[in-house]
């Protein structure tokens, strides 16, 4: 089986999760995050910060849904 048959290999990007304070956050993207203290984050292997979402699951989900590969940044 080639590459472009293989389930899944849209470019098989990988993108890191990692958690994130909200207070190290924008002001406006703190004023949006309605109390929570903690958001994670999906970044891209160049460290452009992709999405912030609410819990680490969520954020594996979303990453797979848009094939990529995530990975955990501790």
């Known amino acids: 089986m080639t590459d472009a048959q293989t389930p ?3 470019s098989n990007q990988v993108v890191y999760i990692r958690e ?3 207070s190290d956050l924008p ?3 703190q004023d949006q ?3 929570m203290e903690t958001l994670y984050a999906i970044g891209g ?3 452009e ?3 912030l ?3 680490r699951k969520t954020a594996f989900v ?3 849904q848009n094939d990529l590969t995530p990975v955990s940044v501790h």
């Open 20 to 22: 994130v304070a909200v």
């Open 33 to 35: 995050a309605q109390g």
């Open 8 to 10: 899944n290999n849209a």
């Open 49 to 51: 910060r992709i999405a």
């Open 27 to 29: 002001q406006e993207v």
């Open 53 to 55: 979402v609410s819990d």
């Open 62 to 64: 979303v990453a797979r």
């Open 45 to 47: 292997e160049n460290g």
